[in-house]
C-alpha cells in the first residue's frame, strides 16, 4: 500500500544551520508529494508540493525536489531561522479523491 | 477569510461516553476530510466528504464512529462508546473541490483524552 517514511526526529539546529529532512515514499503509479509544517499552536498548513518527477517545489526559502528514481522527497532550507522551528509532515496524495497519507512527522527546534 | 473552524478545542471524557465534534469549512469548499492524530502520529483520514455525500470512509471504524455533513457545509464526527486508544486530535481540513490539485485548509484540531 502506499505510504511515507520521515527521518526520526527531533532535530535541534543553530540559527544559519543547513537543514535537510528525509522523506522516501512507496507508491504504485505516481503520486502528488507534499510538505506541511505545524507551528506552535496552529492547524496544518502546506509548505510546498510537486506533482510530477522532477518537480521542484519551494516556498520561504524551502525546497524539496520529487526523485522518482529514489522515491524520496527530502526537504532542504539553506539558512534555518529561530522562526522556522515547527513540525514538518511529508505527504502522498495519489488519485482523483485527494486524500492524503502522511508521514509521523518530523519536529525542528532552532536555536539562536 | 475565515479559516476552518472546529469545537470545542479541548474534550476529556471517560471511556465508554459518547462525544462529538463540530466542525465549520471554508465559505464555498464542496470538499470536507476528517481526520485522526495519535500523538507522534501523523494525521490519517477517517472520513472524505463531497458536499454532503462520502467519498471515502474506508479507515472509519464505523462500529463506534459516524460522521454527517447533511446541507454540505458543516459537519459532526460522533464517538460512541469511545475507547482509550481514541485519545487523539481529531483535525478537519476543506477544498474548494476533490482531488490533489485543491488544497487542503486544516482547522485547529479538538485534542480528546479518553480517561
Known amino acids: 500500500g502506499n505510504s511515507v517514511t520521515q527521518m526520526e526526529g527531533p532535530v535541534t539546529l543553530s540559527e544559519e544551520a543547513f537543514l535537510t529532512i528525509n522523506c522516501t515514499y512507496t507508491?504504485?503509479?505516481?503520486?502528488?508529494l507534499f510538505w506541511y509544517v505545524q507551528y506552535p499552536g496552529e492547524g496544518l498548513q502546506l509548505l510546498l508540493k510537486?506533482?510530477?518527477?522532477?518537480d521542484k517545489g519551494s516556498n520561504k526559502g524551502f525546497e524539496a525536489t520529487y526523485r522518482k528514481e529514489t522515491t524520496s522527497f527530502h526537504l532542504e532550507k539553506g539558512s534555518v531561522q529561530v522562526s522556522d522551528s515547527a513540525v514538518y509532515f511529508c505527504?502522498?496524495?495519489?488519485?482523483?479523491?485527494?486524500?492524503?497519507?502522511f508521514g509521523k512527522g518530523t519536529k525542528l527546534s532552532v536555536k539562536p | 477569510e475565515a479559516g476552518v473552524a472546529q469545537s470545542p478545542r479541548y474534550k476529556i471524557i471517560e471511556k465508554r461516553q459518547s462525544v462529538a465534534f463540530w466542525c465549520n469549512p471554508i465559505?464555498?469548499?464542496?470538499?470536507l476530510y476528517w481526520y485522526q492524530q495519535i500523538l507522534g502520529q501523523g494525521p490519517k483520514l477517517l472520513i472524505q466528504?463531497?458536499?454532503?455525500?462520502?467519498?471515502?470512509d474506508s479507515q472509519l471504524p464505523k462500529d463506534r464512529f459516524s460522521a454527517e455533513r447533511l446541507k454540505g457545509v458543516d459537519s459532526t464526527l460522533k464517538i460512541q462508546p469511545a475507547k482509550l486508544e481514541d485519545s487523539a486530535v481529531y483535525l478537519c481540513?476543506?477544498?474548494?473541490?476533490?482531488?490533489?490539485?485543491?488544497?487542503?485548509?486544516f482547522g485547529p484540531g479538538t485534542r480528546l483524552t479518553v480517561t
Open positions: 505527504a502522498l496524495s495519489r488519485g482523483s479523491q485527494g486524500n492524503l497519507i
Open positions: 465559505s464555498g469548499h464542496a470538499t
Open positions: 510537486a506533482t510530477k518527477a522532477d
Open positions: 507508491a504504485t503509479g505516481y503520486p502528488s
Open positions: 466528504f463531497q458536499n454532503n455525500g462520502v467519498v471515502d
Open positions: 481540513a476543506s477544498s474548494l473541490e476533490t482531488g490533489d490539485s485543491y488544497e487542503q485548509y
